[in-house]
Nanobody, 115 residues
Framework: QVQLVESGGGLVQAGGSLRLSCAASGRTFGIYAMGWFRQAPGKEREFVAGISASGSRPNYADSVKGRFTISRDNAKNTVYLQMSSLAPEDTAVYYC????????WGQGTQVTVSS
């Protein structure tokens, strides 16, 4: 089992930045691919970014490319999502996930971007 706890969400003005963190505990963190998804009110959960176990292959949804950066620190069992140039459409609950089939999920952290 892997337990995931997100932090760093909050309220920010359009154009601002936030950094989300996801702390993992349980089984060896470094063997898992990690990812971030988000779910806006009334919408389905969508993929935002993912990163391989080694951190060498990040990938992003088209909607966040060039604005968001995913990274991980395996020594700290933590994955990050640096978000810049935020827009109101980025408002959502952001979830951290781990595993080859996104087997484990955190509880989510709210990000609200005001216009």
């Amino acid at each position: 089992q892997v337990q995931l706890v997100e932090s760093g969400g909050g309220l920010v003005q359009a154009g601002g930045s936030l950094r989300l963190s996801c702390a993992a505990s349980g089984r060896t963190f470094g063997i898992y691919a990690m990812g971030w998804f988000r779910q806006a009110p009334g919408k389905e959960r969508e993929f935002v970014a993912g990163i391989s176990a080694s951190g060498s292959r990040p990938n992003y949804a088209d909607s966040v490319k060039g604005r968001f950066t995913i990274s991980r620190d395996n020594a700290k069992n933590t994955v990050y999502l640096q978000m810049s140039s935020l827009a109101p459409e980025d408002t959502a609950v952001y979830y951290c996930t781990a595993g080859s089939s996104w087997d484990y999920w955190g509880q989510g952290t709210q990000v609200t971007v005001s216009s």
